[in-house]
C-alpha cells in the first residue's frame, strides 16, 4: 500500500470522491502545511495557521498508481481557483500536493503538466514540502466527526448536499474506469 497527501478545498468533498475510487482502501481528513503543531478544526478555518484541509488516500498502486491517483484529484475539483472552491475562500481551501518523496514529487509535477496541457488552462495547484526544498509537511488528522463526513452527517449538511454529488457525478462521468463496482 502506499499513501498520497492533497488538498483541493474542502476535505469532506475531497473525501467522498476518494472512498469510491478502485484501489482506495482508506481515506483520512486532516491538516497539512501549515506551522502550528496540533491544529484544531477552529484554528484552521481561521485561516491563520497556514495549514490545508487535505486528505491522505491510502492505495493500492497495483489497482491505481500514483498518477492515476494525481489525475482523478486535478479532474474532480477545480485547480484554476487560487486559494478557493467555490465558495470556501482561503488558504485553507488551496489545492496543492504534498509529496512524500522526491518520486511522488516528480508524478505531481507531471500531472499538473498534463493537466494543463489537455484543458488549456493553468492550474493553481502548488506543490509543497519536498518540491519547494523543506521538508515533508506534518500531517495531523481531523477530528473524529469530520472522517467519513459524507456518509453520515453530510447526508443531511445543506452545504455538503451542493457541492459533493456534482465532484461524485464527474467522477463517474470523467473517471469511470477508476470507480469502485460498488459505489
Not at 95 to 122: H, T, V, Y
Not at 144 to 166: K, M, T
Request: aromatic share 10%; charged share 25%; with cysteine.
Amino acid at each position: 500500500m502506499e499513501q498520497a497527501i492533497i488538498a483541493g478545498g474542502c476535505f469532506w468533498c475531497t473525501e467522498a470522491v476518494f472512498r469510491d475510487v478502485i484501489g482506495v482502501s482508506e481515506v483520512e481528513s486532516g491538516y497539512i502545511g501549515g506551522d502550528k503543531a496540533d491544529p484544531t478544526y477552529k484554528e484552521v478555518c481561521t485561516g491563520n495557521t497556514g495549514h490545508a484541509e487535505g486528505i491522505r488516500v491510502t492505495f493500492d498502486p497495483d489497482q491505481i498508481s500514483l498518477a492515476e491517483i494525481y489525475d482523478v484529484f486535478l479532474g474532480t475539483h477545480d485547480p484554476t481557483q487560487l486559494n478557493r472552491q467555490g465558495n470556501d475562500i482561503g488558504t485553507q481551501y488551496r489545492s496543492a500536493i504534498f509529496p512524500l518523496s522526491d518520486e511522488q514529487g516528480e508524478a505531481a509535477k507531471a500531472a499538473i503538466g498534463r493537466w494543463n496541457a489537455e484543458n488549456g488552462a493553468m492550474a493553481v495547484t502548488t506543490i509543497e514540502g519536498l518540491a519547494d526544498g523543506k521538508q515533508v509537511h506534518a500531517w495531523y488528522p481531523a477530528e473524529d466527526y469530520h472522517q467519513e463526513y459524507w456518509d453520515g452527517e453530510g447526508q443531511r449538511n445543506p452545504y455538503c448536499l451542493a457541492v459533493i454529488p456534482p465532484k461524485i457525478m464527474k467522477l463517474r462521468k470523467s473517471f469511470q474506469k477508476y470507480v469502485k463496482q460498488d459505489a
